[in-house]
């Protein structure tokens, strides 16, 4: 294995970008104690359910969540691709 054979693997170079990302924004997280306020606000939830209860309740919370992000995540997107494209081309003058 060559060293252009290491750098054309885009591949790893990707997951170790989103990895060195995603590390320091966890440890941001805890180090302002964002993840100790949703563990007992959603312990104390949690609880008094049946296990296959919660078990439902945390993917039906993961999947909402996730929808939510995707959903402002493709809005975001949308209108800066529009401004961009407005401001590029002098449409407005």
């Given at each position: 294995?060559?060293?252009?054979?290491?750098?054309?693997?885009?591949p790893?170079?990707?997951?170790?970008?989103?990895?060195?990302?995603?590390?320091?924004?966890?440890?941001?997280?805890?180090?302002?104690?964002?993840?100790?306020?949703?563990?007992?606000s959603?312990?104390g939830?949690?609880?008094?359910?049946?296990?296959?209860?919660?078990?439902?309740?945390?993917?039906?919370?993961?999947?909402?969540?996730?929808?939510?992000?995707?959903?402002?995540?493709?809005?975001c997107?949308?209108y800066?691709?529009l401004?961009?494209y407005?401001?590029?081309?002098?449409?407005?003058?």
């Amino acid at each position: 294995m060559t060293w252009q054979d290491f750098l054309a693997n885009k591949p790893a170079w990707n997951v170790l970008t989103w990895f060195a990302t995603l590390v320091p924004m966890a440890s941001g997280l805890k180090n302002v104690g964002f993840l100790d306020w949703l563990a007992k606000s959603a312990g104390g939830s949690l609880v008094s359910l049946d296990p296959t209860m919660a078990v439902l309740g945390l993917l039906l919370a993961f999947c909402l969540l996730r929808y939510f992000f995707c959903i402002w995540y493709c809005l975001c997107n949308s209108y800066g691709r529009l401004v961009c494209y407005f401001n590029s081309s002098n449409s407005w003058r």
